[in-house]
């Protein structure tokens, strides 16, 4: 009897938790179904003039152009730092500068994106007198940077200690042990922060409002001009009240949509994970 109770409480329990399990993913299944049923008609109609084209032309060329540029130049200015920050972090865990180093990965991750683009409006935008590629990339760097610096923390913490000790055993410096043995052994996790980060980035919308200015008439020319992207154009297409631009702006959707998809789900399936 008292089996037959306690099988019957597990196969509630693992009922309850696959029904909770497919509550979770309907939201995502659903954005996903709804911008490619909005905004698949769209790129069909308008054809590859959608993806090149001006704003003008019934396009967004310039805007995928400068989504690139951005997240590119985000990355190249932040992930170096993020990682030598989660380096640091893991390394000295105990002194005082690693724990508010920790303390502040965390307030940066929770922080108001928008407050960032204020920030870099202050001290890049409004020096240059302009908005530019330079100032957007640079608060995307900023966003960028906490969640590839956990990650890089947390992927180093996993590794046994043995390893440590055996570099240290064949008389090789800590720099050597960190970058040549814990490194690539922690690779799969450190390269799931940096995933994370450049999605987080590519779909920013707030901190572009004070630092990248939109550029939807013309590809952009040099990072020290306003440059356009994606989500900057969609949020200033949906305030519009004509219906083509929100058509444009499902458009637009799509394609954010394909460009996270495309280069998150490949890089992901093949990290190999490493048996330790």
């Given at each position: 009897?008292?089996?037959?109770?306690?099988?019957?409480k597990?196969?509630?329990?693992?009922?309850g938790?696959?029904?909770?399990?497919?509550?979770i993913?309907i939201?995502?299944?659903?954005?996903?179904?709804?911008?490619?049923?909005?905004?698949?008609?769209?790129?069909?109609?308008?054809?590859?003039?959608?993806?090149?084209?001006?704003l003008?032309?019934?396009?967004?060329g310039?805007?995928?152009?400068?989504?690139f540029?951005?997240?590119?130049?985000?990355?190249?200015?932040?992930?170096?730092v993020?990682?030598?920050v989660?380096?640091?972090?893991?390394?000295?865990?105990?002194?005082?500068?690693?724990?508010?180093?920790?303390?502040?990965?965390?307030?940066?991750?929770?922080?108001?994106?928008?407050?960032?683009?204020v920030?870099?409006?202050?001290?890049?935008?409004?020096?240059?007198?302009?908005?530019?590629a330079?100032?957007?990339?640079?608060?995307?760097?900023?966003?960028?940077?906490?969640?590839?610096?956990?990650?890089?923390?947390?992927?180093?913490?996993?590794?046994?200690?043995?390893?440590?000790?055996?570099?240290?055993?064949?008389?090789?410096?800590?720099?050597?042990?960190?970058?040549?043995?814990?490194?690539?052994?922690?690779?799969?996790?450190?390269?799931?922060?940096?995933?994370?980060?450049?999605?987080?980035?590519?779909g920013e919308?707030?901190?572009?409002?004070?630092?990248?200015?939109?550029?939807?008439?013309?590809?952009?020319?040099?990072?020290?001009?306003?440059?356009?992207?994606v989500?900057?154009?969609?949020?200033?297409?949906?305030?519009?009240?004509?219906?083509?631009?929100?058509?444009?702006?499902?458009g637009?959707?799509?394609?954010?949509?394909?460009?996270?998809?495309?280069?998150?789900?490949?890089?992901?399936?093949?990290?190999?994970?490493?048996?330790?």
């Open positions: 009897m008292l089996t037959s109770n306690r099988k019957t597990e196969k509630v329990f693992f009922i938790i696959g029904a909770l399990t497919i509550l993913f939201p995502l299944f659903h954005i996903i179904a709804t911008v490619l049923i909005k905004g698949f008609p769209v790129i069909a109609e308008r054809g590859t003039k959608f993806l090149t084209g001006t003008s032309e019934g396009g967004i310039p805007a995928i152009a400068g989504t540029i951005l997240t590119f130049l985000s990355a190249l200015l932040g992930l170096p993020a990682f030598l989660g380096v640091y972090a893991y390394e000295y865990p105990k002194s005082t500068l690693g724990q508010w180093t920790k303390t502040l990965l965390q307030i940066m991750i929770e922080f108001p994106t928008i407050l960032v683009g920030f870099v409006m202050q001290v890049v935008a409004v020096p240059m007198g302009t908005y530019s330079l100032a957007g990339a640079l608060a995307l760097a900023i966003i960028l940077t906490p969640y590839v610096a956990v990650y890089t923390h947390e992927a180093l913490r996993e590794i046994p200690s043995t390893y440590r000790e055996a570099g240290f055993s064949l008389g090789l410096t800590r720099a050597k042990v960190v970058f040549r043995i814990l490194a690539p052994m922690a690779k799969r996790g450190i390269l799931t922060g940096v995933l994370i980060g450049m999605a987080k980035v590519a919308t707030a901190p572009l409002l004070f630092t990248a200015g939109g550029l939807y008439e013309s590809y952009p020319s040099s990072i020290t001009k306003p440059v356009g992207a989500p900057l154009l969609i949020y200033q297409l949906v305030q519009s009240p004509n219906p083509v631009d929100h058509a444009t702006a499902w637009a959707s799509l394609v954010l949509l394909a460009i996270f998809l495309g280069i998150f789900i490949p890089i992901r399936l093949s990290l190999k994970e490493v048996r330790l």
